[in-house]
């Protein structure tokens, strides 16, 4: 299980439970790391902001919004989502290549520049799928979220 802080945003009766609605901060090494300034995934990831990320969960516990909570998910949703993110649309632009190169550019009567369209074209499809079957799986992983603890109130 992995374990992350989030801050109570809102909190609900529901029976005998309570319904928690939860945001945190996505979290990077680029925020700690040295040579943040000169890395070009620093300063990417300056100019973006940070992202906030939103959960949902059901506890006994009694908790307030402004409340700080350590919460837990299962890392094999995790794994699994950032594999199909990452390796689909890779797989996708060697296909793309393939194609590219042995069917379309002979086709064509084309160089590198049809097999460089080719497999971008395929790699935007291989990330729109790969899009859209994460989706459902972090969505079945936001309802696996477990409230570990209660910290307190936020100090901000």
């Known amino acids: ?7 109570v945003t809102s909190v609900k009766p529901q029976g005998h439970h309570l319904h ?9 090494s ?6 943040k300034s000169s890395c070009g995934t ?15 969960l059901d506890t006994s516990k009694q908790v307030k919004a402004g409340d700080v909570v350590e919460i837990a998910f299962p890392e094999k949703s995790l794994l699994q989502s950032a594999a199909l ?3 689909l649309p890779l797989l996708f632009l060697f296909i793309g290549a393939v194609v590219g190169q042995l069917w379309l550019a002979p086709l064509l009567a084309g160089g590198e520049l ?4 080719s ?6 499809i291989g990330f729109g ?7 459902p799986m972090e969505q079945a992983s936001s309802q696996q979220v477990k409230l570990v603890r209660v910290l307190g109130e936020s100090i901000l």
């Open 114 to 117: 049809v097999v460089i369209l």
């Open 119 to 124: 497999s971008a074209c395929f790699a935007f």
């Open 42 to 56: 620093g300063i990417v990831s300056k100019a973006v902001g940070k992202k906030q990320l939103h959960w949902q």
């Open 85 to 87: 993110i990452y390796l």
């Open 20 to 28: 928690v609605e939860l945001s945190c901060d996505q979290q990077t």
């Open 30 to 35: 680029c925020s700690s790391c040295q040579s």
């Open 1 to 7: 299980m992995m374990t992350a802080l989030a801050t």
């Open 129 to 135: 799928l790969a899009k859209k079957w994460v989706a």
